[in-house]
């Protein structure tokens, strides 16, 4: 029988991922002209794929969206930037489950994960929020609070931002601290709209915050008792980030940041399974996934910036996290940037490799019930190549308006055989 594995965690990650690489981080910002004014709107569409092994569990998904933003001068002192996002999620394949499965239908844990025949599920998630930039006459700081509010079936999430930034040696260094919280609601059925504000049939946990000793084979996945499926879990995320940026001369830039993520209630996707063995390493039984309350997360982030001609630049980034759960990520992205027609016509091409070393609550054929325990792909040991590139063209300008077009383009490889694919659409106004 099909089972469906949505998880909240890993569509949520591979989306976020996609438009940060292809909204923001290789967006209009690169190339466009410093204005007080601009508005965008972006089209785009991301393809996942899963040709791992783990035939039983399934990570493929499609996301097809558009993207409206702006960034509006009020007054001298006040700029605004408004977003919203609307998007059409399609999660989870068609995996098969094995006949020596014996209770792929009487568990709590395989009803939920198979509550839909064909083993899909369509989401339509919306995202909007609101920043602020204030910067006082004759000051050499900016202010930038806001908010933050995305909705779908099954997960909302809810969030305040705040950052702040100094100039000092005329502009030359600038040393940054920022704070975003999130407070997220989510649940193996689906919400309705009291739901947004995270009251629906909320239970607690069962309190235990740490990683603590593991109790080996206690609980009979045959007989467990999962929360209801209109159950609303809850978790909230505060995330620290100190910086700076430093130009050590006309043609370098280094940026270097740390941050520090607290995650804390229910880090388990509601809907999530995995699968016990028997001593052949025959699948028998499905349990439901457990992970810890509280998970602490440091990483660390340089960039590196070489523009020895106009229109022309190479760089590097770099990153490095590490948590509480075992998990080790580092990274490394080159790119370079360029134009066919100075000032019209301009590029830029990255690629990035990363090598993940996965949580301690992950075994390969696991034979009873663990404490903690999970199957999740993304908190499993692999490697990742990834690259793509922006093409960016000023088409026209009517007085003061500048009209911008970008087409950009993404893909990644996994050494678990997860891989994605996508590309963006975008036109942009100046002025």
């Keep these: 029988m099909p089972v469906k594995t949505m998880r909240h965690r890993a569509a ?23 204005t007080d004014n601009n508005a965008q709107l972006d089209i785009f569409v991301f393809n996942q794929e899963d040709h791992g092994g783990n035939k039983i569990q399934n990570e493929e998904m499609l996301y097809v ?27 989870g394949g068609k995996p098969d489950v094995p006949s020596t499965i014996t209770n792929a239908t009487t568990t709590s844990a395989s009803q939920r994960s198979s509550n839909r025949a064909g083993g899909k599920s369509d989401y339509t998630p919306v995202t909007t929020s609101m920043g602020f930039d204030i910067k006082p006459i004759g000051s050499d700081w900016t202010l930038s609070p806001g908010a933050f509010f995305s ?10 931002d705040f950052s702040a930034s100094v100039e000092l040696f005329n502009g030359n260094f600038i040393p940054s601290f920022s704070y975003g919280f999130r407070w997220d609601s989510l649940t193996a059925g689906k919400l309705g709209l009291s739901g947004i504000f995270g009251v629906m049939g909320e239970e607690g946990e069962d309190g235990e915050g740490g990683e603590g000793e593991e109790d080996e084979g206690e609980g009979d996945p045959t007989v467990e008792r999962a929360p209801p499926i209109n159950q609303i879990d809850t978790r909230w995320t505060h995330n620290f980030q100190f910086g700076f940026t430093q130009i050590l001369s006309p043609e370098w830039r ?7 993520t607290l995650q804390h209630g229910s880090l388990s996707a509601p809907n999530a399974v ?15 996934e457990k992970l810890p309350n509280v998970r602490n997360r440091l990483q660390f982030n340089t960039r590196v910036r070489f523009s020895p001609l106009t229109g022309w630049g190479i760089g590097a980034d770099h990153s490095f996290y590490i948590d509480d759960w075992g998990i ?22 990255w690629y990035r490799y990363s090598y993940q070393w996965g949580t301690r609550f992950h075994r390969g054929h696991p034979t009873h019930e663990y404490r903690y325990q999970t199957d999740d792909a993304d908190l499993l040991t692999f490697s990742t190549h990834s690259g793509g590139a922006l093409f960016f063209f000023r088409l026209a300008r009517w007085g003061e308006l500048d009209w911008n077009l970008r087409v950009s383009g993404y893909a990644f490889s996994r050494s678990d055989h997860i891989l994605g694919y996508g590309g963006l659409v975008g036109i942009e106004f100046d002025w």
Aim: aromatic residues 12%.
């Design 12 to 34: 949520h990650r591979f989306v976020t991922i996609f438009l940060v690489a292809l909204v923001v981080s290789y967006g209009s910002c690169i190339f466009a002209q410093q």
């Design 65 to 91: 969206g558009a993207r409206a933003s702006a960034k509006l001068k009020v007054n001298k002192v006040l700029t605004i930037r408004p977003t919203i996002s609307g998007a059409l999620l399609y999660a």
């Design 328 to 349: 080790m990520n580092a990274a490394i992205e080159p790119q370079v940037d360029g134009y066919f027609v100075p000032e019209v016509a301009l590029w830029r091409a």
């Design 274 to 288: 995995l699968t016990l063995y028997d001593q052949n390493k025959v699948p028998v039984l499905f349990a439901n």
């Design 254 to 260: 280094l940026n270097a940041s740390v941050q520090y």
């Design 151 to 160: 909705w779908q079936d099954n997960y909302v999430s809810r969030g305040l």
